[in-house]
């Protein structure tokens, strides 16, 4: 049975929150997952929760450069290639390593953000191993992805705490 590409995006909360579902539900039925997570650190409370689920793989993230839109043009070029290697090893893993299923959270945002290149990550969607369930995440992706995607969920926000000035609380945003 072929594949899909699953890709969660819209400005609403829960694109990471169905990723992660969709993985618990992959490795409760025996399949194996590979998590990265893009733009987030593991100071996030799903990431001891999957790391302790048999079948999951977190690949951790250990570099935070604050909002893009707040870093220097160096931060930038750090990130870029930051990205761009973390991208390389997980795309080679998911490869090598017979994975059943690859979720890229935020990658949408690192490609819009030229911190690593869309192109890659389209040519490598193209020629995935043929097992392989690929999930994307994050706000905007550009029309070759939802091309090349078999679902698209848009999770649109209606209201949101922080429209009220109520900061991301721990264990329920983060």
């Known amino acids: 049975m072929r594949s899909c590409v699953h890709i969660y995006c819209g400005d609403g909360k829960g694109k990471t929150t169905a990723s992660i579902g ?6 409760g039925c025996g399949k194996k997952v590979l998590i990265t997570r893009f733009l987030k650190t593991d100071y996030s ?4 929760g ?5 079948g999951i793989t977190v690949t951790p993230c250990e570099k935070s450069f604050g909002f893009f839109s707040k870093m220097t043009d160096q931060q930038k070029l750090e990130a870029k290639a930051y990205y761009s290697e973390l991208l390389e090893t997980t ?11 690859l979720v890229m959270d935020e990658i949408m945002a690192v490609c819009n953000f030229g911190l690593v290149d869309e192109e ?6 193209a020629n995935r191993p043929e097992k392989l369930e690929v999930v994307l995440t994050g706000r905007d992706p550009s029309e070759r992805l939802i091309s090349m995607a078999d679902y698209v969920s848009e999770i649109r926000k209606i209201k949101h705490p922080y429209d009220q000035g109520i900061m991301a609380r721990k264990g ?3």
Do not use: H, N, P, T
């Not at 969709?22 to 490795?27: D, F, H, I, K, S």
């Not at 999957?50 to 048999?54: A, E, N, V």
């Not at 890659?120 to 969607?125: A, D, P, Y």
């Open 22 to 27: 969709l993985a618990v539900r992959a490795a």
């Open 50 to 54: 999957l790391k302790s689920i048999k």
């Open 45 to 48: 409370g799903e990431v001891e």
């Open 172 to 174: 329920i945003e983060y």
């Open 91 to 101: 795309l080679q893993k998911a490869a090598d390593q017979d994975y059943d299923m």
């Open 120 to 125: 890659r990550v389209c040519l490598f969607l």
